[in-house]
């Protein structure tokens, strides 16, 4: 943060041109070892020491975990309010994968790599991107309505092998 107000005042000039730190102090000033409310060092990489998330165009956000909780609580919400039957894949599908990130990011609001990890499904930067995603084909489902077009099928299941067309291929003679 005073890295910033600094770099403000080194642009508009509202520090004097005698007074301003030199190049090599301004990059110190920067780069903080330490988060202002923890006695805690950041360790490069990790948590809030994390720079990049390594994929571009994907920024680093130190928020991901609360925003996934939020994004993913909307879903459920949103499934609550619908009348897609209860019953309905998607919707059981969905609901259980929800439940399961919003479960493992409040048990680890602090651990983004631990709520990584359990959800086995990239970066909590991409989590919440997912979320987002997954909202959209959410109101999608809800406005054509694609329970309604799924109808059960008969499956014709004969365990006669005879009746098969199925043929073993040839197996090599040694």
């Given amino acids: ?57 994907l920024a680093v956000d130190h928020e991901a975990v609360p925003k996934m909780i939020v994004k993913y609580q909307a879903i459920l919400d949103k499934l609550a309010a619908s009348d897609m039957p209860e019953d309905a894949q998607y919707r059981i599908n969905v609901e259980a994968i ?29 989590l919440v991107i997912q979320a987002d995603q997954e909202m959209g084909v959410v109101d999608m489902y809800i406005r054509e309505r694609w329970w309604e077009l799924i109808k059960p099928v008969d499956i014709e299941y004969n365990p006669d092998p005879a009746d098969d067309d199925y043929t073993e291929p040839p197996t090599e003679k040694a």
């Avoid at 110190?28 to 330490?34: E, G």
């Avoid at 360790?43 to 571009?56: E, H």
């Avoid at 409040?106 to 990584?116: F, H, K, S, T, Y």
């Fill in 1 to 57: 943060m005073a890295s910033r107000m600094l770099a403000r005042r080194l642009l508009t000039g509202a520090i004097s041109r005698s007074s301003r730190p030199s190049v090599a102090q301004f990059r110190l000033a920067s780069v903080p070892l330490q988060r202002e409310f923890s006695s805690k060092p950041l360790v490069p990489g990790v948590g809030l020491g994390k720079t990049s998330t390594g994929l571009v165009g």
């Fill in 98 to 126: 929800a439940r399961y990130r919003i479960k493992a990011a409040q048990e680890n609001l602090d651990d983004p790599e631990m709520v990584e990890e359990l959800c086995n499904c990239g970066q909590v930067e991409e």
